[in-house]
C-alpha cells in the first residue's frame, strides 16, 4: 500500500484498489492452486514448482484458452466494425454493418466447431457395454449433485461473511495509511501492525475456548467474530473522525497530537475478527459440506475471500465516482464517512447472520453433554454384558 501510494503520485484511491486487487487474486488462486494438486502435480510439486517436469505448463495453458474464449464477443465487435469501415455505398447504416458481422462472426464460430467435430471424430474410442456407461453416468451424476447440493447448503452463511474481508481488506490498505499520518510514525515499521493482527487471531483463540462455556458452538463464535467486525470499524471512525478534526483546525497533518497507538486496538480486534470467524466457518463448512469435497474447505473459503475484497474495490470505486469521498491523499478524503458506512453495513449483516444461522444451521453444533451421555450409556451396557 505505501510503494503503490509513494509511487503514483499520490493517488489514494488507485493505491487502495491495486492492493485489494492483489490480495483477492492470491485468495482466489488458491482453489486452482489446491485443485492443481491433487489432479495433476502433486502437492509438493506444486509447492516447489519443479521445472524439470513441464507438466505445470497446463495450468499457462488453460489460462490462455480462457483468455482466447473471452475473446469471442470482441472478435464480433472488430468484425462489425471492419465492415462498417469498408462499406461506402450510399445506403449505408450501422444496423446493416452489424448484420454482416454478425455472419462473418459466424464463419469462424461454425469452422472451429467443425475441426473439433472432425478430431474427436478420428480419436479412438473405448469399447464398454451400454450398461457399464450407464452406471458410471449414474455415479457420476450422484456425486455432482451431492456436491452441489452441500455447497449450495453454504450459500447464505457465505453471503454473510463476505463483510469480513471487506473489513480485512480495509485493515490492509486504510487502516495502514492512517499510520502514515499519525505521530510517531517513524518510530516503528507498519509490518509491526501485521504482527499485531496475528497474534491477536491466535490469541483469540485460547482465550475462547479457554474462558466461555460455548467453545463447541461454532456459529456463535462466527457471530463474535462479526461483532468484532463492527467494533473495529467503529474504532476506526472515531480516530479518523477526530484525526481529520485536529487536521482541520491545526492545519497541518505533521503535527497531530494523536499517536500511532491507538491504531492497536483496532489491528487487535481485526486479529480477534479473522481468527474466530475463520476457524469457526471452516468447522461450519465441514460439518454441512459433502464428503468428496471437505479437504477443499480452505479452498473455498479463501473464494469467499476474494469477493469481499473485491466488492471494497467496487464500493471504493463507485463513492469515489458519485460522491467524491476520496481525494489523493488521507487528509483530503471522508474516510470517517466511509468508515461509518462499513459500521452499518457490519450491523445490518450481522443482524442477517443471526437470522440466517438460526434458520438454515440449526442443530448443527455437536452437543457435549449428550455426547458425555452417550459415551457413559456405552460404557455402562458394555459393563452389563460383560
Same mark, same amino acid.
Given at each position: 500500500?505505501?510503494?503503490?501510494?509513494?509511487?503514483?503520485?499520490?493517488?489514494?484511491?488507485?493505491?487502495?484498489?491495486?492492493?485489494?486487487?492483489?490480495?483477492?487474486?492470491?485468495?482466489?488462486?488458491?482453489?486452482?492452486?489446491?485443485?492443481?494438486?491433487?489432479?495433476?502435480?502433486?502437492?509438493?510439486?506444486?509447492?516447489?514448482?519443479?521445472?524439470?517436469?513441464?507438466?505445470?505448463?497446463?495450468?499457462?495453458?488453460?489460462?490462455?484458452?480462457?483468455?482466447?474464449?473471452?475473446?469471442?464477443?470482441?472478435?464480433?465487435?472488430?468484425?462489425?466494425?471492419?465492415?462498417?469501415?469498408?462499406?461506402?455505398?450510399?445506403?449505408?447504416?450501422?444496423?446493416?454493418?452489424?448484420?454482416?458481422?454478425?455472419?462473418?462472426?459466424?464463419?469462424?464460430?461454425?469452422?472451429?466447431?467443425?475441426?473439433?467435430?472432425?478430431?474427436?471424430?478420428?480419436?479412438?474410442?473405448?469399447?464398454?457395454?451400454?450398461?457399464?456407461?450407464?452406471?458410471?453416468?449414474?455415479?457420476?451424476?450422484?456425486?455432482?449433485?451431492?456436491?452441489?447440493?452441500?455447497?449450495?447448503?453454504?450459500?447464505?452463511?457465505?453471503?454473510?461473511?463476505?463483510?469480513?474481508?471487506?473489513?480485512?481488506?480495509?485493515?490492509?490498505?486504510?487502516?495502514?495509511?492512517?499510520?502514515?499520518?499519525?505521530?510517531?510514525?517513524?518510530?516503528?515499521?507498519?509490518?509491526?501492525?501485521?504482527?499485531?493482527?496475528?497474534?491477536?487471531? =491466535?490469541? +483469540? *483463540? /485460547? @482465550?475462547? &475456548?479457554? %474462558?466461555?462455556?460455548?467453545?463447541?458452538?461454532?456459529?456463535?463464535?462466527?457471530?463474535?467474530?462479526?461483532?468484532?467486525?463492527?467494533?473495529?470499524?467503529?474504532?476506526?471512525?472515531?480516530?479518523?473522525?477526530?484525526?481529520?478534526?485536529?487536521?482541520?483546525?491545526?492545519?497541518?497533518?505533521?503535527?497531530?497530537?494523536?499517536?500511532?497507538?491507538?491504531?492497536?486496538?483496532?489491528?487487535?480486534?481485526?486479529?480477534?475478527?479473522?481468527?474466530?470467524?475463520?476457524?469457526?466457518?471452516?468447522?461450519?463448512?465441514?460439518?454441512?459440506?459433502?464428503?468428496?469435497?471437505?479437504?477443499?474447505?480452505?479452498?473455498?473459503?479463501?473464494?469467499?475471500?476474494?469477493?469481499?475484497?473485491?466488492?471494497?474495490? =467496487?464500493? +471504493? *470505486? /463507485? @463513492?469515489? &465516482?458519485? %460522491?467524491?469521498?476520496?481525494?489523493?491523499?488521507?487528509?483530503?478524503?471522508?474516510?470517517?464517512?466511509?468508515?461509518?458506512?462499513?459500521?452499518?453495513?457490519?450491523?445490518?449483516?450481522?443482524?442477517?447472520?443471526?437470522?440466517?444461522?438460526?434458520?438454515?444451521?440449526?442443530?448443527?453444533?455437536?452437543?457435549?453433554?449428550?455426547?458425555?451421555?452417550?459415551?457413559?450409556?456405552?460404557?455402562?451396557?458394555?459393563?452389563?454384558?460383560?
Amino acid at each position: 500500500m505505501w510503494y503503490v501510494t509513494y509511487n503514483e503520485d499520490g493517488d489514494f484511491v488507485r493505491s487502495a484498489v491495486l492492493s485489494n486487487i492483489q490480495d483477492s487474486l492470491s485468495s482466489l488462486f488458491v482453489i486452482f492452486m489446491g485443485h492443481s494438486a491433487d489432479t495433476f502435480f502433486g502437492r509438493f510439486r506444486t509447492l516447489m514448482f519443479n521445472l524439470y517436469d513441464v507438466t505445470w505448463l497446463i495450468v499457462i495453458a488453460i489460462v490462455l484458452l480462457a483468455l482466447g474464449k473471452s475473446g469471442d464477443t470482441i472478435l464480433e465487435y472488430v468484425l462489425t466494425d471492419l465492415v462498417d469501415e469498408v462499406d461506402t455505398s450510399g445506403n449505408r447504416n450501422k444496423k446493416r454493418s452489424l448484420e454482416r458481422g454478425v455472419i462473418w462472426w459466424q464463419i469462424p464460430y461454425a469452422s472451429g466447431a467443425i475441426v473439433a467435430i472432425l478430431c474427436s471424430m478420428n480419436t479412438p474410442a473405448q469399447e464398454s457395454s451400454s450398461e457399464t456407461r450407464r452406471q458410471e453416468n449414474d455415479g457420476i451424476t450422484q456425486d455432482d449433485i451431492r456436491v452441489v447440493r452441500s455447497l449450495l447448503r453454504m450459500f447464505p452463511m457465505w453471503g454473510t461473511l463476505i463483510v469480513v474481508p471487506l473489513t480485512s481488506a480495509v485493515g490492509s490498505t486504510f487502516y495502514i495509511e492512517q499510520f502514515s499520518y499519525l505521530r510517531g510514525n517513524d518510530k516503528i515499521p507498519a509490518q509491526m501492525f501485521d504482527m499485531i493482527q496475528d497474534l491477536s487471531g =491466535f490469541a +483469540i *483463540l /485460547i @482465550l475462547y &475456548s479457554r %474462558l466461555t462455556c460455548v467453545r463447541q458452538n461454532e456459529k456463535l463464535k462466527i457471530g463474535v467474530g462479526m461483532l468484532c467486525s463492527i467494533i473495529s470499524c467503529v474504532f476506526a471512525w472515531i480516530l479518523e473522525f477526530y484525526r481529520l478534526k485536529e487536521v482541520r483546525e491545526v492545519g497541518d497533518d505533521e503535527n497531530t497530537s494523536i499517536s500511532f497507538l491507538w491504531l492497536v486496538s483496532q489491528f487487535c480486534i481485526l486479529g480477534f475478527m479473522e481468527g474466530l470467524t475463520e476457524e469457526g466457518s471452516l468447522r461450519v463448512f465441514k460439518s454441512q459440506i459433502d464428503e468428496l469435497i471437505k479437504s477443499y474447505r480452505e479452498e473455498y473459503m479463501e473464494v469467499v475471500m476474494c469477493l469481499g475484497k473485491l466488492v471494497n474495490i =467496487f464500493l +471504493i *470505486l /463507485i @463513492l469515489d &465516482s458519485q %460522491l467524491r469521498w476520496f481525494g489523493d491523499d488521507v487528509n483530503n478524503t471522508h474516510l470517517d464517512r466511509y468508515y461509518l458506512l462499513l459500521v452499518c453495513l457490519c450491523s445490518v449483516n450481522f443482524v442477517i447472520y443471526c437470522c440466517i444461522a438460526k434458520c438454515f444451521y440449526e442443530g448443527t453444533e455437536p452437543d457435549p453433554h449428550s455426547a458425555k451421555d452417550n459415551l457413559q450409556l456405552r460404557e455402562s451396557t458394555h459393563a452389563t454384558n460383560g
